[in-house]
């Protein structure tokens, strides 16, 4: 069944540890983005992907780095975890015609 | 200005009534309008997606577009208790790149 899981569905960490959010999809589909989401606020684009090889950043600034080496895997992250960096952070992936569909979400608290 | 803006809630109604959310946005270049429904501490989901002037119907859900008045709105009739829920429009100006309003909260009374 064609879907996109992101591992794991929550975290809690420590300040100044690396973590690594997993996205993967099953579509085949070019297009993926991360999201963050704070909980009732709105969404912000932090990266985004073309294709393999290909990364943006969005436009909410983010200490967080992504890599694109196969179409199906979009991980997302971060050097050293700051208590700023709690929030909720959203895969999604997209074909040509641009709809999105989104993951279940990561839900990230660091102490 | 936001590029995506969306009348401001929360939004009540009560069951049975239609429930009207609206959103606008600035870039005449616009191609594509969705609308997401995002259910509290879920991710969003695709509801319906429009792409030229007029109505759309799916169901109980209809999106209309102006494209004249940059205006894209999601009607819901027969309202549900269930449709308790944020809606986002988003609006694709940038091939594959959207732009997510704030988010309307509808809440339907039984």
């Known amino acids: 069944e064609a879907d996109i899981y992101q591992t794991p569905r929550y975290l809690v960490i420590g300040t100044g540890k690396k973590i690594t959010l997993e996205c993967s999809q099953t579509m085949g589909h070019d297009k993926m983005y991360w999201y963050q989401q704070d909980p009732g606020m709105e969404l912000h684009l932090i990266h985004y992907?073309?294709?393999?090889?290909?990364?943006e950043k969005g436009d909410l600034s983010s200490e967080s780095t992504v890599s694109r080496i196969r179409t199906e895997h979009f991980p997302l992250t971060l050097e050293s975890a700051r208590p700023s960096h709690t929030s909720q952070y959203l895969c999604a992936s997209s074909e040509y015609i641009h709809e999105q569909f989104f993951g279940p979400g990561t839900r990230l608290t660091v102490l | 200005q936001k590029e995506v803006e969306q009348n401001s809630g929360p939004l009540s109604v009560p069951e049975g009534a239609i429930a009207s959310l609206n959103c606008t946005y600035s870039?005449?270049?616009?191609?594509?309008f969705f609308w997401y429904r995002q259910y509290s501490g879920k991710s969003p989901e695709l509801i319906m997606s429009?792409?030229?002037?007029g109505d759309k119907e799916d169901g109980r859900f209809t999106a209309q577009l102006n494209k004249a008045s940059q205006y894209v709105s999601l009607l819901i009739r027969d309202s549900q208790p269930s449709d308790s829920a944020t809606y986002l429009c988003?609006?694709?100006?940038?091939?594959?790149?959207?732009?997510f309003g704030d988010g309307t909260t509808l809440t339907v009374k039984p």
């Open positions: 429009i792409y030229s002037n």
């Open positions: 992907s073309y294709g393999v090889n290909s990364t």
């Open positions: 870039d005449r270049g616009s191609q594509s």
């Open positions: 988003a609006v694709d100006h940038n091939a594959g790149k959207s732009t």
